[in-house]
């Protein structure tokens, strides 16, 4: 039986921090408290663990109610806490500092340095397994981030876990928590960071990480396959195709075939020779698996076909297996230990995971200076004649037909003019890290019926349905009128969405770039942009579909805005920019208009992006822009949900409410014709608790008004005119999937949305009475004056922010 020094919780006989947990000792050990500090000797008084050389010497051993022990010297001055020196666990009143970290244990009956670790980064907490990250904090729904200062520590307190900078002043990013008396944040010997309250009934976890299990990366032992890993249900392990379970008490799945075996990274034979890769060979897992690590480094090479990437792993001894993505070309690889297997998200076809594995003899039997004779007799001799030479001319056969390729793609460049076009900044040899997938013109040409089945138009250009030759259905965007700013804008698409991933994103899955011919090529979204399916005059849209939309949409931009590893910023959130797929899943598209900050960047730009009626007032006020003028995009597109109707457009008069409120006061919302700003109509409803009022008409009493009131609040509380008021992106997820309470519009905040509704007002009377289709409005005091149409399909523009605000 093992025995450590611990200090325990008793309400919830939880141990918060071990000295010796490398060293263990029997029962018959001993700790000393002496001048020098603590000592921990074993039965023969052999030195086990000890305190470091203090500054003076130890005078007392205090331990504390939130549970440090500190040694003191006469003056109660502290000479050593536990707390500066954590284990696996931190509670209230603990820091984890930069530089510090929790190590998982072994297990939870020993409690030796374990394989999992969190540590902190500038900007975030990341766990790791042998060195390789497998979750950051920030990816979490429930985590907020709220400035962009570098992270100086860790701790939790009664109502939340928070990443503190700016010497504490600062926020960088928080998860709320139940209210408890005590909290522990711990690192299990499972891999997740759990943080436990303790209540009445003991303690109840608050907060997982990662909340899927099957991204621990041994959850399920070396290539184990793991299903179903949510924390709804357990993780259900088996193995992959041509695999089978271990025997002899290991851990995890070995090759079926009996004449393989796994290698270990960088193993040696006994006279330490590596091994030759001509007995290296591959065995599938299976299509739409993943691994943890391909989600946190980068390929290390790209555009590269399948045997590249595999003879690259063949010649590294720590590359123990490979996922290769088929429509980028990109050679992910595994390093130096093997995790489990994970189904992929989707189930994505394109992403091919491969382990590398030891044909014949083992290594231990494996000797490259013995006779061929003392080998396995089981392997072909012949085979060992031929296959130098089969490869050679291998070799030379491929490296004909490359140069047979190169010659006829110089021939096609001149055909087409792109060497003339390369002095004016030509895309040809645009390149970065992860770019997807190339095309070339002709090929897009074909899979188009050569631009024949037109389905949208964008800023841009026009976008078309086309077919590729492996039968998968795409959307073509075809850049027209492609200047310096929309090449500028055309290679930042291609950097950006080459390089995300997510349920709620539209995938980018590749590109094309000959001389002035620039095309995007988008997986199809079958069933169109949201603006089509809300505004038009098909199938009405259920409110169950829009609150799926709603929230799908949220999970995006909160994945844009946190979950990548530099903050994204749409600048164009409107139902255009929404597409569905089956069962109306929505995703967002067109990045065009994105930038990529880091979170030491200054977020200020001078340039007004976006698209009116969904643009928030500080591009007007020299303020600075934030991903929160995309959570006021996202505030408009709500409204629009709840209607079915576009913010700016005329409404009949039995859409919006009377002619007078419940005061008895003539509503700014609608005038004598019935035009009515809905924004300003929901601000009304809202204070007045009508919410059925705001409810698209053609939804036929199938919602209830406490299902209208979340949208209506939550989007409320999004277009707050002050941007620090609104709430980000993953705070709003957490509203609208009930996990976090509802927030409260700030009604002096929201006053300008009366302000607009007047203006709407007057303009679109004006429009009507005099017959004039233009409008000016002035968009600040030194600004020149913007025209803009008033009518159903657009909306006025802004005005200065001590107009729209009025008197304060």
Same mark, same amino acid.
């Given at each position: 039986?093992?025995?450590?020094?611990? &200090?325990?919780?008793?309400?919830?006989?939880?141990?918060?921090?071990?000295?010796?947990?490398?060293?263990?000792?029997?029962?018959?050990?001993?700790?000393?408290?002496?001048?020098?500090?603590?000592? &921990?000797?074993?039965?023969?008084?052999?030195?086990?663990?000890?305190?470091?050389?203090?500054?003076?010497?130890?005078?007392?051993?205090?331990?504390?109610?939130?549970?440090?022990?500190?040694?003191?010297?006469?003056?109660?001055?502290?000479?050593?806490?536990?707390?500066?020196?954590?284990?696996?666990?931190?509670? &209230?009143?603990?820091?984890?500092?930069?530089?510090?970290?929790?190590?998982?244990?072994?297990?939870?009956?020993?409690?030796?340095?374990?394989?999992?670790?969190?540590?902190?980064?500038?900007?975030?907490?990341?766990?790791?397994?042998? =060195?390789?990250?497998?979750?950051?904090?920030?990816?979490?729904?429930?985590?907020?981030?709220?400035?962009?200062?570098?992270?100086?520590?860790?701790?939790?307190?009664?109502?939340?876990?928070?990443?503190?900078?700016?010497?504490?002043?600062?926020?960088?990013?928080?998860?709320?928590?139940?209210?408890?008396?005590?909290?522990?944040?711990?690192?299990?010997?499972?891999?997740?960071?759990?943080?436990?309250?303790?209540?009445?009934?003991?303690? @109840?976890?608050?907060?997982?990480?990662?909340?899927?299990?099957?991204?621990?990366?041994?959850?399920?032992?070396?290539?184990?396959?793991?299903?179903?890993?949510?924390?709804?249900?357990?993780?259900?392990?088996?193995?992959?195709?041509?695999?089978?379970?271990?025997?002899?008490?290991?851990?995890?799945?070995?090759?079926?075939?009996?004449?393989?075996?796994?290698?270990?990274?960088?193993?040696?034979?006994?006279?330490?020779?590596?091994?030759?890769?001509?007995?290296?060979?591959?065995?599938?897992?299976?299509?739409?698996?993943?691994?943890?690590?391909?989600?946190?480094?980068?390929?290390?090479?790209?555009?590269?076909?399948?045997?590249?990437?595999?003879?690259?792993?063949?010649?590294?001894? #720590?590359?123990?297996?490979?996922?290769?993505?088929?429509?980028?070309?990109?050679?992910?690889?595994?390093?130096?230990?093997?995790?489990?297997?994970?189904?992929?998200?989707?189930?994505?076809?394109?992403?091919? =995971?491969?382990?590398?594995?030891?044909?014949?003899?083992?290594?231990?039997?494996?000797?490259?200076?013995?006779?061929?004779?003392?080998?396995?007799?089981?392997?072909?001799?012949?085979?060992?004649?031929?296959?130098?030479?089969?490869?050679?001319? *291998?070799?030379?056969?491929?490296?004909?037909?490359?140069?047979?390729?190169?010659?006829?793609?110089?021939?096609?460049?001149?055909?087409?003019?792109?060497?003339?076009?390369?002095?004016?900044?030509?895309?040809?040899?645009?390149?970065?890290?992860?770019?997807?997938?190339?095309?070339?013109?002709?090929?897009?040409?074909?899979?188009?019926?050569?631009?024949?089945?037109?389905?949208?138009?964008?800023?841009?250009?026009?976008?078309?349905?086309?077919?590729?030759?492996?039968?998968?259905?795409?959307?073509?965007?075809?850049?027209?009128?492609?200047?310096?700013?929309?090449?500028?804008?055309?290679?930042?698409?291609?950097?950006?969405?080459?390089?995300?991933?997510?349920?709620?994103?539209?995938?980018?899955?590749?590109?094309?770039?000959?001389?002035?011919?620039?095309?995007?090529?988008?997986?199809?979204?079958?069933?169109?942009?949201?603006?089509?399916?809300?505004?038009?005059?098909?199938?009405?849209?259920?409110?169950? @579909?829009?609150?799926?939309?709603?929230?799908?949409?949220?999970?995006?931009?909160?994945?844009?805005? #946190?979950?990548?590893?530099?903050?994204? &910023?749409?600048?164009?959130?409107?139902?255009?920019?929404?597409?569905?797929?089956?069962?109306?899943?929505?995703?967002?598209?067109?990045?065009?208009?994105?930038?990529?900050?880091?979170?030491?960047?200054?977020?200020?730009?001078?340039?007004?992006?976006?698209?009116?009626?969904?643009?928030?007032?500080?591009?007007?006020?020299?303020?600075?822009?934030?991903?929160?003028?995309?959570?006021?995009?996202?505030?408009?597109? *709500?409204?629009?949900?709840?209607?079915?109707?576009?913010?700016?457009?005329?409404?009949?008069?039995?859409?919006?409410?009377?002619?007078?409120?419940?005061?008895?006061?003539?509503?700014?919302?609608?005038?004598?014709?019935?035009?009515?700003?809905?924004?300003?109509?929901?601000?009304?409803?809202?204070?007045?608790?009508?919410?059925?009022?705001?409810?698209?008409?053609? *939804?036929?009493?199938?919602?209830?008004?406490?299902?209208?009131?979340?949208?209506?609040?939550?989007?409320?509380?999004?277009?707050?005119? @002050?941007?620090?008021?609104?709430?980000?992106?993953?705070?709003?997820?957490?509203?609208?999937?009930?996990?976090?309470?509802?927030?409260?519009?700030?009604?002096?905040?929201?006053?300008?949305?009366?302000?607009?509704?007047?203006?709407?007002?007057?303009?679109?009377?004006?429009? @009507?009475?005099?017959?004039?289709?233009?409008?000016?409005?002035?968009?600040?005091?030194?600004? #020149?004056?913007?025209?803009?149409?008033?009518?159903?399909?657009?909306?006025?523009?802004?005005?200065?922010?001590?107009?729209?605000?009025?008197?304060?």
């Amino acid at each position: 039986m093992n025995f450590y020094l611990c &200090i325990i919780h008793v309400a919830s006989n939880t141990i918060i921090w071990s000295a010796n947990r490398d060293t263990s000792i029997s029962s018959s050990g001993k700790m000393y408290l002496t001048l020098e500090g603590i000592t &921990i000797s074993d039965q023969n008084r052999n030195l086990k663990w000890s305190t470091p050389p203090l500054s003076s010497s130890v005078h007392a051993l205090q331990l504390t109610e939130m549970g440090n022990l500190v040694l003191l010297d006469q003056f109660n001055g502290s000479l050593w806490e536990s707390f500066h020196h954590p284990t696996d666990t931190i509670v &209230i009143g603990q820091r984890l500092a930069s530089g510090m970290l929790l190590s998982s244990a072994v297990s939870d009956n020993n409690f030796s340095t374990g394989d999992y670790s969190l540590t902190l980064r500038a900007s975030d907490a990341i766990l790791q397994w042998h =060195g390789q990250t497998y979750w950051k904090l920030s990816m979490n729904t429930k985590a907020y981030w709220n400035s962009n200062y570098v992270v100086e520590y860790l701790a939790i307190n009664r109502t939340g876990l928070f990443l503190f900078g700016n010497n504490g002043s600062a926020v960088v990013i928080q998860v709320a928590l139940s209210p408890s008396n005590f909290q522990i944040a711990r690192l299990d010997s499972s891999g997740q960071f759990t943080v436990l309250g303790l209540s009445a009934d003991g303690l @109840e976890q608050q907060f997982v990480g990662p909340d899927d299990g099957c991204e621990i990366p041994f959850i399920c032992g070396r290539v184990g396959l793991c299903t179903d890993g949510t924390t709804s249900s357990s993780p259900t392990c088996s193995c992959p195709t041509q695999f089978h379970v271990a025997l002899q008490n290991a851990t995890g799945c070995v090759p079926s075939d009996a004449s393989h075996s796994l290698p270990v990274a960088c193993q040696s034979t006994r006279n330490g020779s590596q091994l030759n890769s001509s007995v290296v060979s591959y065995s599938g897992v299976g299509y739409g698996m993943d691994y943890f690590s391909n989600h946190f480094s980068e390929p290390i090479k790209y555009g590269v076909n399948l045997s590249v990437c595999q003879d690259f792993c063949s010649r590294e001894c #720590s590359c123990l297996g490979i996922f290769y993505e088929n429509s980028s070309g990109s050679c992910y690889v595994l390093e130096n230990v093997l995790g489990s297997i994970m189904l992929g998200s989707g189930g994505d076809v394109n992403l091919l =995971g491969y382990i590398k594995v030891l044909i014949g003899p083992t290594l231990t039997n494996f000797n490259p200076n013995n006779d061929l004779r003392d080998q396995n007799q089981d392997f072909p001799v012949a085979a060992l004649v031929l296959l130098p030479f089969t490869g050679f001319f *291998l070799l030379i056969a491929l490296s004909f037909l490359w140069w047979r390729r190169w010659r006829l793609k110089n021939a096609m460049d001149e055909k087409l003019g792109h060497r003339n076009s390369l002095s004016s900044g030509d895309l040809d040899t645009f390149y970065i890290p992860g770019l997807p997938q190339r095309f070339d013109y002709e090929e897009l040409e074909v899979a188009t019926d050569n631009f024949k089945f037109l389905i949208g138009s964008g800023g841009f250009g026009a976008v078309y349905k086309g077919t590729l030759l492996d039968k998968t259905v795409v959307a073509v965007k075809k850049i027209t009128n492609l200047g310096v700013q929309g090449k500028k804008e055309f290679c930042t698409e291609i950097a950006v969405i080459g390089n995300i991933h997510h349920v709620n994103l539209v995938k980018l899955r590749g590109f094309c770039a000959q001389g002035r011919k620039c095309l995007l090529v988008y997986e199809y979204m079958n069933r169109g942009s949201l603006d089509r399916n809300l505004f038009g005059n098909g199938p009405v849209l259920e409110w169950q @579909e829009r609150f799926d939309i709603a929230l799908g949409t949220a999970r995006g931009l909160a994945y844009l805005h #946190s979950g990548c590893e530099h903050k994204i &910023i749409h600048f164009d959130i409107k139902p255009e920019n929404i597409l569905l797929h089956d069962h109306f899943q929505a995703k967002i598209s067109d990045f065009g208009l994105s930038k990529l900050l880091t979170p030491e960047q200054s977020s200020l730009f001078t340039t007004m992006r976006g698209t009116r009626g969904y643009l928030a007032p500080e591009w007007l006020t020299n303020s600075a822009i934030s991903e929160k003028t995309d959570v006021y995009s996202f505030g408009m597109v *709500l409204l629009e949900l709840v209607s079915g109707r576009k913010n700016c457009s005329v409404r009949s008069q039995s859409h919006s409410l009377d002619d007078r409120n419940s005061s008895g006061v003539h509503s700014s919302s609608s005038s004598a014709s019935g035009l009515v700003y809905f924004p300003l109509l929901a601000l009304e409803m809202h204070e007045q608790g009508r919410y059925l009022e705001l409810v698209d008409p053609r *939804l036929e009493k199938r919602v209830t008004s406490k299902e209208v009131e979340i949208l209506v609040q939550v989007a409320l509380c999004c277009v707050h005119e @002050e941007p620090v008021l609104r709430p980000n992106m993953s705070t709003v997820v957490g509203m609208l999937e009930g996990e976090i309470p509802l927030g409260h519009p700030r009604l002096k905040s929201l006053n300008f949305l009366r302000f607009y509704g007047r203006r709407f007002t007057e303009a679109s009377m004006i429009e @009507e009475e005099n017959g004039q289709s233009d409008v000016m409005f002035f968009a600040q005091a030194d600004a #020149s004056p913007t025209s803009t149409r008033i009518g159903s399909n657009t909306c006025f523009s802004y005005v200065s922010s001590q107009q729209v605000s009025g008197p304060r």
